[in-house]
């Protein structure tokens, strides 16, 4: 069965950093994979830069919004049930 405690040094709702080592990194690739999505449709429709910034904006802003969700989450999310029945 698997310990639902914190890692040791870590307090309870706290999350370890190699949680969210790879955001960095998933921001970069995003915003370069739809940059040059971006490009390569401007270069084949000729709309130079259209699709360029509009790989920017989606890629940036989106891997940002993921990963503000992300960071923002409740940190107990295995706590919580789904109890339908009445609360009085």
């Keep these: 069965m698997r310990d639902s405690k914190p890692p040791k040094g870590l307090q309870d709702g706290e999350v370890s950093p190699w949680a969210l080592a790879g955001l ?3 921001l970069c690739v995003s915003i370069l994979l739809f940059v040059w999505v971006g490009g390569w449709l401007d270069r084949r429709l000729g709309t ?7 790989g920017v ?5 989106g891997t940002f919004y993921l990963s503000y969700r992300r960071l923002t989450s409740p940190r107990n ?12």
């Design 24 to 26: 960095g990194m998933q």
């Design 77 to 88: 999310s295995h706590h919580h049930t789904n109890d339908s029945t009445p609360k009085s």
């Design 57 to 61: 904006l989606v890629g940036g802003g």
């Design 48 to 54: 130079a830069p259209l699709f360029l910034l509009g």
